[in-house]
């Protein structure tokens, strides 16, 4: 029986998984899995409207800066005094002008979405190197830090909060692609996008949509992001990775290890495996 690549990395990650606990003293221990979880959850997060993309044959480059730049106006907005019950609908709607944005380019001039994305991945990271400016932004609540930074968990297990909240946008995701009608014409229009327009899918429709939720999901990991809470500059390690490309690669990685392949005669990026 032949293996399918897609379980063959599933295999790989659990052999990494067995190995570590193998070898390294504590590595299962609930703070250690509890960091490493959250280590990856903007990631993660990112990688699931990047998932939907993918299946439509499109792609963004910008998430990982729309992250930055959420994470930087989150900063920026506590310091200044706002409450972040204000701060989060505004970060939120940062992300859906950013995603329209990204949208309307591809579905309205028709321009490619790899193309699209390559420009406004430069133009939200420099926003948000303006919006941060060169000082740092600290003291932030401890009930923030719980949803950002630190490992708490969730009660009775080793969840940390924005681990728990991508398995549940992941439950979610994985119910609209495989259980609904959008699901379907998401593969479709992957698959081949005239005869999808011609079958009645409002393609336009459905791609701007997807952008909107990348660029909303995107700037909301970047307020629950380490990032937004680290007392650090645009110039250090840290905010240089959340507003550079390493992680819009990481996401696109993250999500063509499901069922989803690269072509490039693609209008856009990638188009649905069958």
């Given amino acids: 029986m032949k293996l399918r690549w897609d379980t063959a990395v599933g295999v790989l990650l659990v052999a990494v998984f067995l190995t570590g606990l193998g070898t390294t003293d504590g590595f299962a221990s609930r703070d250690n899995l509890a960091f490493a979880f959250n280590d990856i959850a903007e990631v993660a997060l990112m990688a699931l409207p990047m998932t939907l993309l993918v299946v439509a044959g499109q792609v963004d ?18 310091d200044a005094g706002w409450a972040f019950e204000t701060i989060v609908p505004i970060v939120l709607l940062v992300g859906v002008v950013g995603g329209l944005i990204n949208g309307w380019l591809v579905t309205r001039v028709g321009l490619p979405s790899l193309a699209v994305t390559i420009g ?31 490992t708490t968990t969730v009660p009775g297990t080793f969840l940390t909060y924005p681990v728990a909240l991508f398995i549940v946008l992941a439950v979610i995701a994985a119910v609209v692609l495989h259980a609904t009608g959008l699901g379907r014409s998401l ?79 693609s209008p856009g990026f990638c188009s649905s495996a069958s």
């Fill in 61 to 78: 480059l910008s998430v990982a800066s729309m992250l930055g730049l959420g994470s930087a106006l989150t900063g920026q907005l506590w």
């Fill in 120 to 150: 406004t991945l430069a133009l939200y990271r420099g926003l948000a190197s303006v919006v941060l400016g060169t000082g740092a932004i600290t003291d932030f609540p401890e009930t923030y830090a719980k949803w950002a930074v630190d």
């Fill in 187 to 265: 593969f479709a229009i992957g698959a081949q996008e005239d005869a999808a327009y011609f079958a009645g899918i409002r393609v336009k429709r459905v791609k701007l949509l997807l952008f909107v939720v990348s660029g909303l999901i995107s700037a909301f990991a970047g307020s629950c992001s380490p990032c937004g809470t680290a007392a650090r500059g645009p110039t250090t390690a840290r905010a240089s990775k959340c507003s550079s490309s390493p992680p819009s690669c990481w996401a696109v990685s993250t999500s063509t290890a499901g069922r989803a392949r690269c072509s490039a005669p």
